[in-house]
């Protein structure tokens, strides 16, 4: 095979293997067995090993892993990571949305809420449509670059195929289902090992995991919720999460606009009842005010938004 017939015939495999990995891990369909899937990939790896010139930074066979042999970058984030002044009663919720209305003087605002999953939080940089970095949060001011580890996760996308601003952040949860977390803790049952405490802290330790491949078998997954950058062209939050899913990012679509407090504190009560049955674990509702414009003029204290608040089941 000549280098030019290997190159286009790497573009193909790779196209075939993100058309399947997107059926199934973003629709939960598929077209093809496991196997052949396999081979599928098995060909790519064999072909870029033969011909590493035409090997791409989005290849699906980066999201198989190896060994990291140094230890990982630490960054300061463009952005700091800052986090949520929690609330737990009604009482706090309308202190918070007194707040706001006085912050605001008299404007008219809406709220959005997204249910706070049981996760590890997650910064990713994308350079011209490419995940260049994934950062931990660490302090809020600096993290580590898991790269290597976060493009193991089959529902983020390597590449944006849309037409994007050339550097923009996504900010999300790193998680690990309810039934990938019985699984791993069956398997460490069955070798007679020590079972994993929970979900959450399972799923941070994986992020540190110095051996990618293996990081890739536990199956993390992730959704995401904020979006960062220039030229955005979004007006609201709610628009943000819209352009998010429309680029290809998974979003979790128990979100909700509020036009008022009671519609905040009515969402809060539904998911309560209705938590049990997600695939994952929730432990709360992140409210934010939703215009952007408002949330600047809101501002924030040296640790947490004035804009947000995380009420806690």
Known sequence: MSASEAKEKIQALSDQINYHNHLYYNQNKSEISDFEFDQLLRSLIDLENQFPEWKQPDSP?????GTITKEFENVVHQYPMLSLGNTYSTEELMEFDARVAKGL????YEYFCELKFDGVSISLIYENGMLAKGITRGDGVRGDNVIANVKTIRTLPLKVK?????HFEVRGEVFLSKEVFKQLNKEQEDIGEETYANARNTASGTLKMQDSAE???RKLDCYLYYLLGEDLDVATHEEAIHQLEKWGFQVSPTYQ??????????YIAQWEKKRADLPLETDGVVIKANSLAQQQRLGATAKVPRWAISYKY
């Open 105 to 108: 003087e008299g404007e008219t």
């Open 162 to 166: 849309a037409t994007t601003p050339e």
């Open 61 to 65: 066979t980066q999201r198989v892993g």
């Open 257 to 266: 606009k509020c036009d008022s407090i009671q519609e905040v504190i009515n």
């Open 215 to 217: 990081v890739a078998k």
